[in-house]
């Protein structure tokens, strides 16, 4: 998780971005607008989506990597932990 107050900061600040664009999507949807024009905020709603969890992500391999230098017996243990978190999120 964001680990300063600025990593917060910019990590609320995407959310409230994505918020936007869904919002923008729902009234596009309640206007019957043309399905073009949705699927195309429907792809910006999903990039802005991976963006956020590439930051997050990216944070948390820092802080796990980081960590596991400074303990040689959790190394194996915390890669295999990126491995699968990994894996997991982009299923």
């Given at each position: 998780m964001?680990?300063?107050?600025?990593?917060?900061?910019?990590?609320l600040t995407r959310v409230r971005r994505l918020r936007g664009q869904v919002e923008a999507l729902e009234r596009a949807l309640e206007a019957s607008a043309e399905c073009a024009a949705i699927l195309q905020q429907i792809a910006a709603a999903r990039g802005a989506i991976n963006g956020l969890?590439?930051?997050v992500l990216e944070s948390h391999l820092r802080e796990e990597f980081s960590n596991a230098t400074n303990r040689q017996?959790?190394?194996?243990?915390s890669i295999n932990g990126v491995i699968n978190l990994v894996r997991t999120y982009l299923r």
């Open positions: 964001p680990h300063s107050p600025q990593e917060k900061n910019f990590l969890m590439a930051c017996d959790g190394a194996n243990a």
